[in-house]
């Protein structure tokens, strides 16, 4: 079914489901995309009628022939291509292209046009690679790249697509409640589509542009993407440079570090960025969790003589590397994927629990005092320590199935509430062992514990 609204071609969702949309309060999200928008509209090739969708030519054509006419006409020659230099007509010194297109593109969106594709090349490595122009014309073929701050369009940006796997289908998706909040909160959408689809009925593929906000100023935004690829569609490097290097631009007198708003669905993606692309800066995002005692070790990591706190903080990812940490780490009751970048030794406890999607121990500490992995999603526990743990607490976890990869020696081990039939692989010895309440209705007997385990205290299987 085809449907015509305030000049869009609509086919993506249905009359009630954009209605709805529609109604989303979008006083937070103008003032937010009105801080980008002209200067992204300044860099696009041309907008639909609205104004509310921007277009940009990616061109597969030779881009030498088009840069040398263009500087040609304004008073410079190419000294050397792949090496970016240009000099002015009668003067002997070398200026670089970037920067003479960078200063005739403030006042003609031709020169920032080329500048772009120029710097897309050079990022894919294609220059390097560069004999004629007619290798050049096969670096991709021609697309345009859109970038909508419509309700349509961000409604539409899965439903009924070649993606709609996504969980922001909103026929059916678990986390659809985060569109209207998208529409709210001033995300932007992206799409790489074929120059004659315009109307954005058959997508290649689909990247957010989400508010990450100044950690000490709210009011203060930064527009970026979670992904360095295409996560939903088609991957597409040159896409991806494409509208990093546009966001950039608008955003180039951006400074600070900046999270992800938290209200937004986090997509296992970036929570922190800097401005311009810059990595952040470990010591930023330790003075914002309160982490004393710190030392910023040559290979990146830090190491804390101390505690680290950071549960209960929305984390999808820790932030930072760390190395040692002499006291206790805590990342419980977030929302974490993977414990990847966790210190590989704790002096003190370690607590990963409640984090409901954590469904390996990979990337945990190798070493810790007392170890707290309850209520996740595990379905195994490679990766946890080898060495003797004081407590071992990996309780309620519905999808183990096997205690092999424990520690060989524990002081307390309780795997109740887990989903076990065989004590296989259980520690070699315990002073206290909880293995009552298998969700599997399975019960273990003391016997059963004893044959797999030296226990020199309590047995509690029911």
Same mark, same amino acid.
């Given at each position: 079914?085809?449907?015509?609204?305030?000049?869009?071609?609509? @086919?993506?969702?249905?009359?009630?489901?954009?209605?709805?949309?529609?109604?989303?309060?979008?006083?937070?999200?103008?003032?937010? /995309? %009105?801080?980008?928008?002209?200067?992204?509209?300044?860099?696009?090739?041309?907008?639909?009628?609205? $104004?509310?969708?921007?277009?940009?030519?990616?061109?597969?054509?030779?881009? @030498?022939?088009?840069?040398?006419?263009?500087?040609?006409?304004?008073? #410079?020659?190419?000294?050397?291509?792949? %090496?970016?230099?240009? *000099?002015?007509? $009668?003067?002997?010194?070398?200026?670089?292209?970037?920067?003479?297109?960078? =200063?005739?593109?403030?006042?003609?969106?031709?020169?920032?046009?080329?500048?772009?594709?120029?710097?897309?090349?050079?990022?894919?490595?294609?220059?390097?690679?560069?004999?004629?122009?007619?290798?050049?014309?096969?670096?991709?073929?021609?697309?345009?790249?859109? /970038?909508?701050?419509?309700?349509?369009?961000?409604?539409?940006? !899965?439903?009924?697509?070649?993606?709609?796997?996504?969980?922001?289908?909103?026929?059916?998706?678990?986390?659809?409640?985060?569109?209207?909040?998208? /529409?709210?909160?001033?995300?932007?959408?992206?799409?790489?589509?074929?120059?004659?689809?315009?109307?954005?009925?058959?997508? +290649?593929?689909?990247?957010?542009?989400?508010?990450?906000?100044?950690?000490?100023?709210?009011?203060?935004?930064?527009?970026?993407?979670?992904?360095?690829?295409?996560?939903? %569609?088609?991957?597409?490097?040159?896409?991806?440079?494409?509208?990093?290097?546009?966001?950039?631009?608008?955003?180039?007198?951006?400074? $600070?570090?900046?999270?992800?708003?938290?209200?937004?669905?986090?997509?296992?993606?970036?929570?922190?960025?800097?401005?311009?692309?810059?990595?952040?800066?470990?010591?930023? +995002?330790?003075? #914002?969790?309160? =982490?004393?005692?710190?030392?910023?070790?040559?290979?990146? !990591?830090?190491?804390?003589?101390?505690?680290?706190?950071?549960?209960?903080?929305?984390?999808?990812?820790?932030? =930072?590397?760390?190395?040692?940490?002499?006291?206790?780490?805590?990342?419980?009751?977030?929302?974490?994927?993977?414990?990847?970048?966790?210190?590989?030794?704790?002096?003190?406890?370690?607590?990963?629990? &409640?984090?409901?999607?954590?469904?390996?121990?990979?990337?945990?500490?190798?070493?810790?005092?007392? &170890?707290?992995?309850?209520?996740?999603?595990?379905?195994?526990?490679?990766?946890?320590?080898?060495?003797?743990? *004081?407590?071992?607490?990996?309780?309620?976890?519905?999808? +183990?199935?096997?205690?092999?990869?424990?520690?060989?020696?524990?002081?307390?081990?309780?795997?109740?509430?887990?989903?076990?039939?065989?004590?296989?692989?259980?520690?070699?010895?315990?002073?206290?062992? &909880?293995?009552?309440?298998? /969700?599997?209705?399975?019960?273990?007997? @003391?016997?059963?514990?004893? !044959?797999?385990?030296?226990?020199?205290?309590? =047995? +509690?299987?029911?």
């Amino acid at each position: 079914m085809k449907i015509i609204v305030d000049n869009y071609l609509f @086919e993506a969702l249905k009359p009630s489901e954009f209605r709805e949309l529609m109604q989303v309060g979008r006083d937070l999200a103008m003032k937010r /995309i %009105g801080g980008i928008w002209d200067k992204l509209k300044s860099q696009a090739d041309s907008t639909n009628r609205n $104004g509310d969708r921007l277009f940009f030519e990616i061109s597969a054509s030779p881009l @030498e022939d088009k840069l040398h006419r263009y500087l040609k006409a304004n008073n #410079y020659e190419i000294v050397d291509y792949k %090496g970016g230099l240009v *000099r002015k007509m $009668g003067d002997k010194n070398n200026v670089k292209i970037v920067k003479v297109l960078s =200063i005739l593109g403030k006042n003609d969106p031709t020169a920032s046009k080329l500048q772009r594709n120029y710097e897309l090349l050079k990022s894919v490595d294609k220059l390097n690679d560069y004999d004629s122009a007619k290798s050049e014309s096969a670096v991709a073929e021609d697309y345009i790249m859109v /970038i909508s701050k419509s309700p349509y369009d961000l409604g539409g940006m !899965t439903t009924d697509r070649k993606w709609d796997f996504s969980c922001m289908n909103l026929r059916g998706g678990v986390n659809k409640h985060f569109v209207p909040i998208d /529409i709210k909160l001033g995300t932007l959408v992206s799409f790489l589509v074929n120059p004659t689809d315009k109307n954005i009925k058959n997508p +290649i593929g689909r990247i957010l542009i989400k508010p990450y906000l100044e950690l000490d100023n709210k009011d203060e935004v930064l527009y970026g993407i979670e992904h360095n690829k295409v996560k939903y %569609g088609k991957d597409n490097p040159e896409y991806v440079k494409t509208l990093v290097n546009v966001l950039d631009k608008a955003q180039e007198e951006k400074t $600070g570090v900046f999270r992800l708003d938290e209200k937004l669905y986090a997509d296992a993606g970036k929570q922190f960025k800097s401005s311009n692309s810059k990595d952040v800066p470990p010591e930023r +995002i330790l003075e #914002y969790f309160k =982490i004393k005692n710190y030392t910023i070790n040559e290979d990146g !990591t830090v190491d804390v003589n101390g505690d680290v706190d950071l549960s209960d903080k929305g984390l999808i990812e820790i932030p =930072i590397k760390f190395g040692e940490v002499k006291g206790n780490f805590d990342v419980s009751h977030n929302k974490l994927l993977s414990l990847k970048n966790c210190p590989s030794e704790v002096g003190g406890e370690f607590k990963c629990s &409640y984090n409901r999607q954590l469904s390996s121990l990979k990337w945990g500490p190798k070493r810790a005092k007392d &170890y707290f992995c309850n209520r996740c999603d595990l379905n195994s526990l490679d990766g946890a320590p080898t060495e003797y743990v *004081r407590l071992f607490i990996l309780k309620n976890n519905s999808n +183990i199935t096997s205690l092999k990869k424990s520690p060989e020696k524990v002081g307390i081990i309780d795997c109740s509430g887990c989903n076990l039939t065989s004590l296989e692989g259980a520690p070699k010895s315990a002073n206290s062992f &909880y293995c009552s309440n298998q /969700i599997n209705k399975h019960e273990f007997t @003391e016997e059963d514990v004893k !044959t797999v385990c030296d226990v020199s205290g309590f =047995i +509690i299987t029911k």
